[in-house]
């Protein structure tokens, strides 16, 4: 399936991110090492969402930008020159691997943006669209008419907004969205990241997903290492995790 990081600290160019490591995002996107469930390349686009270091530590979602494409990764000619001159400190982005029969369209991919975050699924939700139908019902119809795409990460990441615009604990909402999507359909593998652009919110819940601490106050959070890091450690199936660049805590989903 897709794969995806985020990191929040001192900043850094995207480029030092998505591009440069030896295991980087670009890479992953044609030779990942660790994708389950289905696929083995991510060519259905990609995203990359940060916060503007002017933005300061009251980010907004209009605040939040975003450069996203239905194309590879690898064949995007402005990626790289982009990448080298913006710098941030709080970035998440992704590569795709659509599921069979959902559309491939920029918006489509990750990263989702609202409330004040960036979002990104890993995974599939079984039975879509049929098994998520009722929960969908309970969404305000403007959310389900102004979707991102018609997909099941754009819908997890409504059904997550919609808690975050209620004022549930980031956490909280994470934890509370992949336990009724669970429900409602068994099997789907639900591996969720979720920053403000202060810390870094994440689900394992069928997919790999490690952290390190890669520099001094920096934290990253991804679906494999990007690089040798020897302070990668991998996360348990079926945890929550919250992180910030001073520490970090594992809990049972």
């Not at 795409?149 to 549930?168: K, M, S």
Request: aromatic share 6%; with cysteine; hydrophobic share 45%.
């Amino acid at each position: 399936m897709c794969r995806h990081l985020a990191y929040v600290g001192p900043p850094v160019t995207l480029a030092a991110l998505l591009l440069e490591p030896p295991h980087s995002l670009l890479r992953q996107s044609w030779a990942p090492r660790e994708m389950r469930g289905g696929g083995t390349i991510n060519a259905d686009g990609f995203g990359v969402g940060w916060y503007p270091i002017s933005s300061g530590p009251t980010s907004s979602a209009a605040e939040a930008v975003r450069y996203r494409r239905a194309s590879p990764m690898w064949s995007d000619a402005a990626l790289a020159g982009l990448a080298r001159v913006t710098t941030s400190g709080a970035i998440l982005a992704a590569v795709r691997s659509a599921t069979a029969g959902m559309p491939v369209t920029e918006g489509a991919c990750a990263p989702f943006a609202g409330a004040g975050f960036l979002f990104s699924h890993n995974g599939r939700v079984m039975g879509w669209p049929g098994s998520v139908a009722k929960l969908a019902e309970r969404l305000p119809v403007t959310d389900l008419l102004t979707l991102d795409a018609p997909t099941d990460a754009a819908l997890l990441w409504a059904l997550l907004r919609h808690r975050l615009r209620g004022g549930a604990d980031p956490a909280a909402a994470l934890a509370a969205t992949v336990s009724e999507v669970d429900a409602a359909a068994p099997g789907s593998r639900l591996n969720l990241l979720l920053t403000d652009g202060r810390r870094v919110y994440a689900t394992t819940a069928g997919h790999s997903l490690s952290i390190a601490f890669p520099a001094p106050g920096a934290v990253a959070v991804a679906s494999e290492p990007y690089d040798d890091d020897p302070t990668w450690q991998p996360v348990p199936d079926r945890s929550l995790v919250v992180a910030s660049p001073a520490t970090y805590t594992v809990e049972d989903l």
